[in-house]
């Protein structure tokens, strides 16, 4: 069992930055793949980012590319979501989440075995 904690959520201008964190226990990481997911009220939940913890290959939404960046720390068994040039349409709850890696899986989509409760990102204009 694999338990993800997110922070780091707050409001921001647009054009502001924010970086999440979503910090795991239970195992290490290693061999998962670690992901962001948003959404936003009435909305469904959409992917955001990923990345693959052993070769560190990163995987984005084309909403954000160019502005998103994620990582991860080794050490700390966490990922962090770096987030520059906000825009109101960012507005969400941004939830963590993480998949022991299978070939062939869809790491875009909503099938992931571990989430965290979520952290809200609010962007104003």
């Known amino acids: 069992q694999v338990q993800l904690v997110e922070s780091g959520g707050g409001l921001v201008h647009s054009g502001g930055s924010l970086r999440l964190s979503c910090a795991a226990a239970?195992?290490?990481?290693?061999?998962?793949?670690g992901g962001w997911f948003r959404q936003a009220p009435g909305k469904e939940r959409e992917f955001v980012a990923a990345?693959?913890?052993?070769?560190?290959?990163?995987y984005y939404a084309d909403s954000v590319k160019g502005r998103f960046t994620i990582s991860r720390d080794n050490a700390k068994n966490t990922v962090y979501l770096q987030m520059n040039s906000l825009k109101p349409e960012d507005t969400a709850a941004y939830y963590c989440?993480?998949?022991?890696?299978?070939?062939?899986?869809?790491?875009?989509?909503?099938?992931?075995?571990?989430w965290g409760q979520g952290t809200q990102v609010t962007v104003s204009s």
């Open positions: 239970g195992r290490n990481l290693a061999g998962y793949i």
């Open positions: 989440a993480a998949n022991l890696f299978r070939p062939g899986a869809n790491i875009r989509g909503l099938g992931y075995d571990y």
């Open positions: 990345i693959r913890w052993n070769t560190g290959l990163t």
